[in-house]
């Protein structure tokens, strides 16, 4: 079956340093590519998507590039802020799968001022 | 629009009692998908319904657990006799009606958070 595996966290950070969380994938058919955020006390949020090889969603500073070479979404972003302390999920969806969402166990990122 | 809206926020259920979750997917969405997220873990797909209609329910447990959307009305997830086991948050999504599914992202709520004593 379909699985995302991501970087475990907790990964700490000062402002201004670079992040890039590791996910990879293992799918049947062609997926699309996610990455969710969660706030505290909050459902998830889409940060971006990439729906085919070699696209690059990129929101809000940060950005991930569909490698399917490498069954790859890594995520980065030059430069956090503190505002940037959250959990990440790495995600697929499958049409042949009705596009239900396949998570990764998640990344949680403190940055500290 | 009003995004995804889910209640009770928390829910507090003795074992042995029932637990009824709600959630009114966003305006225009016809897919609705439940998620539960055990403490410090991802989020596990529960079931996929689309209204009146279950289209996929591969991840909900055999037993207890049961979820409908009616024609008028929220979504709901119902969990008879409830353990301890079933402390956890559930999370609620749509995503919309029209265009191509594969590219259309879901919507969350802020989910429910169940305890169970």
């Known amino acids: 079956g379909d699985s995302v595996t991501q970087m475990e966290g907790p990964v700490t950070l000062s402002e201004e340093a670079c992040l890039t969380i590791?996910?990879?994938?293992?799918?049947?058919?062609?997926?699309?590519l996610f990455w969710y955020v969660q706030y505290p006390g909050e459902g998830l949020q889409l940060l971006l998507k990439?729906?085919?090889?070699?696209d690059k969603g990129s929101n809000k500073g940060f950005e991930a590039t569909y490698r399917k070479e490498t069954t790859s979404f890594h995520l980065e972003k030059g430069s956090v802020q503190v505002s940037d302390s959250a959990v990440y999920f790495c995600?697929?969806?499958?049409?042949?799968?009705?596009?239900?969402?396949?998570f990764g166990g998640g990344t949680r990122v403190l940055v500290k001022p | 629009n009003a995004g995804v809206m889910q209640n009770p926020r928390h829910l507090v259920r003795r074992r042995g009692q029932e637990a009824r979750l709600r959630c009114s997917p966003m305006?225009?969405?016809?897919?609705v998908y439940w998620y539960r997220q055990l403490p410090e873990e991802g989020l596990k797909f529960m079931v996929y319904?689309?209204?009146?209609?279950?289209?996929?329910e591969s991840g909900m447990p055999k037993e207890r657990f049961s979820a409908e959307f009616p024609k008028e009305g929220p979504s709901i997830l119902r969990i008879q006799q409830v353990v301890r086991g079933d402390s956890a948050a559930y999370f609620c999504?749509?995503?919309?009606?029209?265009?191509?599914?594969?590219?259309?992202?879901?919507?969350f709520g802020d989910g429910t958070r169940l305890s169970i004593l």
């Open positions: 995600a697929l969806s499958e049409k042949a799968a009705g596009n239900k969402l396949t």
């Open positions: 319904l689309q209204k009146e209609n279950i289209i996929d």
């Open positions: 590791n996910c990879t994938y293992t799918a049947t058919g062609y997926p699309s």
């Open positions: 990439a729906t085919k090889a070699d």
């Open positions: 305006k225009g969405h016809s897919h």
């Open positions: 999504a749509s995503s919309p009606d029209r265009g191509n599914l594969r590219n259309q992202p879901q919507h």
